[in-house]
């Protein structure tokens, strides 16, 4: 299995399959990928059950990093980039304060996601 922006995508004949069939969906596959690396991607879902060689591991693993990064919303790349750290740093605040809950503060995708919509409509 690869990481493909926080989500699991197995280089299998199904899991590139589905990768292709989201990308579809949210439009992104022909605004994103190019002719060759459609067709990368096309071919081994057809060719190979599961993907052995390194080389094209490597090679899908890039490509559907690159569709992981279009389909990505705009408050999970804000929680991503400034949210996490904007919550670790709140709870290091708490924490020294006294406040002995703060510390799963900063690993809480509901208060992360709180604190990325309070600065996105600001």
């Known amino acids: 299995m690869r990481v493909v922006s926080r989500v699991f995508v197995p280089l299998t004949r199904v899991g590139i399959a589905r990768a292709r069939a989201l990308a579809l969906r949210r439009g992104v596959w022909y605004r994103v990928l190019t002719r060759v ?20 591991a490597q090679v899908l693993t890039a490509i559907l990093c690159k569709l992981g990064a279009a389909m990505e919303s705009a408050v999970e790349r804000a929680a991503r980039e400034f949210g996490r750290p904007l919550a670790r740093r709140l709870s ?4 020294r304060w006294g ?9 809480d995708r509901g208060f992360i996601r709180y604190l990325v919509v309070g600065v996105i409509n600001v």
């Open 92 to 95: 290091a605040i708490a924490q």
């Open 37 to 56: 690396e459609r067709a990368c991607l096309d071919l081994s879902a057809r060719v190979v059950e599961r993907v052995r060689s390194r080389r094209l």
């Open 99 to 107: 406040n002995g809950s703060a510390v799963s503060w900063a690993e």
